[in-house]
C-alpha cells in the first residue's frame, strides 16, 4: 500500500506533483512509461536481483492498489446502472 508518513509525502508531493504537470495526455502512456522506467532504473540500488525483486513487487502494488482504490468503484457503479454478467 502507498500510505507513507506525512513527512516522507511532505519530501516527495512537490517533485510528483511537477512532474505530472509534465505529462503529456496527448502521450500520457508513453510518458508515464518513461518516468516510471527511469525511476525504476535510478532506484535499483546496487542492480541485484533481489533490487529488481522488490520494484517488481511495487510496480504489482500499486497497480493492485490502483485497481482496488479506483477501478474496482467505477465497475461497481456500472454494474449497478447496467446489471451484472455474472
Excluded: H
Amino acid at each position: 500500500m502507498p500510505y507513507i508518513s506525512q513527512p516522507d509525502r511532505d519530501r516527495l508531493d512537490n517533485a510528483i506533483e511537477n512532474l505530472a504537470k509534465l505529462i503529456s495526455p496527448n502521450q500520457r502512456a508513453g510518458d508515464l512509461n518513461y518516468s516510471i522506467t527511469r525511476l525504476l532504473l535510478l532506484s535499483q540500488g546496487e542492480g541485484r536481483y533481489k533490487d529488481w525483486n522488490e520494484l517488481i513487487g511495487v510496480l504489482e502494488c500499486a497497480k493492485q492498489e490502483f485497481y482496488r482504490k479506483k477501478i474496482g468503484p467505477y465497475e461497481d457503479k456500472k454494474i449497478k446502472e447496467n446489471g451484472d454478467v455474472y
